[in-house]
């Protein structure tokens, strides 16, 4: 049976796990070129696989259908919105998730955004190596309140680094939110109009679905305190970018910063990215050793469960 494998990661921190699926029998084909593939390399050496360790790349239905003994699909990540999970459930085709691989990471990486952006920090570093020296005032984080939209494990654990740097953390979750559980992260559990009005800052850690697409948009924003930031590193789409370039623009909002966005990477001329309250890193809040090599891991035990029964 025949594995294939997307994400550049497997290359770097997953090559015992490749040893390991090879010498259960399974023959696997990663990526090593450094590059991500082309949607039509993807389909080419997916055709006649029986399973899929896929990161970002567009499994619709056109795709899949392209791949008769495809079996098995697993998510290098937790987000689903790249895979026609309708497809999949109609034709049997197993699709996996690592779950809690690269939850610390992420969370680490909106505190460093915070971080970041209340000391200045790019604004600073970009402004030596141009030979000035602006001192710009930044804020301190300490009593500031944290509004965390969506609090699975990622929203868990940033609660935690919240709480430890003296932020008044305030949770919410479509699903509700145990008082166990909240006391436990140092969490008020919180509505979504609460976190709009009274947070200082606002990170999303929602899937991106039908439900959640531009939930934060013009009106979410005028309910926003004129100094807020708004953190996204779950997907892009959650925010309708026309309305937060308004809202910064305006300074209905202090800023932004996201790992995510609706067009990855952005389209040349993009007129948030000439904003300077509007912070964007690549989509790597998950991309840390220690979560690529756990992700590797669990993607790998995930497909053999799947193909083996081990």
């Known amino acids: 049976m025949k594995v294939l ?3 550049r990661g497997f290359a770097n921190y997953g090559l015992d796990e490749v040893e390991k699926m090879r010498k259960a029998g399974l023959e696997v084909h990663y990526n090593d070129t450094g590059l991500a593939y082309t949607h039509e390399e993807f389909k080419e050496l997916a055709k006649d696989v029986d399973a899929i360790i896929v990161g970002v790349d567009k499994m619709d239905a056109e795709m899949m259908a392209g791949c008769p003994n495809l079996k098995a699909v697993c998510k290098f990540g937790v987000g689903t919105d790249n895979i026609d999970l309708e497809y999949a459930k109609e034709h049997d085709i197993y699709v996996g998730r690592c779950v809690g691989g690269n939850s610390r990471s992420v969370a680490e990486h909106v505190m460093a955004l915070m971080f970041a952006e209340s000391k200045n920090l790019y604004y600073s570093i970009d402004e030596v ?8 005032t930044g804020l301190e984080i300490y009593g500031k309140k944290l509004g965390i939209i969506g609090f699975g494990m990622i929203g868990k654990y940033l609660a ?3 709480h ?8 919410y979750d479509a699903f509700p939110i145990s008082e166990e559980a909240a006391k436990e992260h140092h969490a008020k559990i919180a509505t979504l109009d609460e976190i709009y009005t009274e947070c200082d800052y606002i990170s999303l850690h929602v899937p991106l679905l039908d439900s959640t697409k531009d939930m934060i948009s013009t009106e979410q924003f005028k309910q926003m305190k004129t100094n807020a930031c708004v953190i996204n590193a779950a997907r892009g789409g959650i925010v309708n970018e026309e309305a937060l370039y308004e809202a910064l623009s305006t300074k209905e909002i202090r800023s932004a910063c996201f790992d995510v966005y609706s067009s990855e990477p952005p ?3 993009d007129k948030l990215l000439a904003l300077d309250n509007f912070y964007l890193t690549p989509h790597t809040a998950a991309r840390t050793k220690e979560s690529e090599t756990r992700t590797c891991e669990m993607s790998t035990n995930i497909i053999m469960e799947q193909l083996l029964g081990k």
């Open 5 to 7: 494998i997307t994400p």
């Open 129 to 136: 190596k141009d030979h000035k020296w602006a001192k710009p």
């Open 160 to 162: 935690d680094y919240a």
């Open 164 to 171: 430890g740097v003296g932020m008044e953390v305030y949770a």
């Open 267 to 269: 389209k040349e001329g």
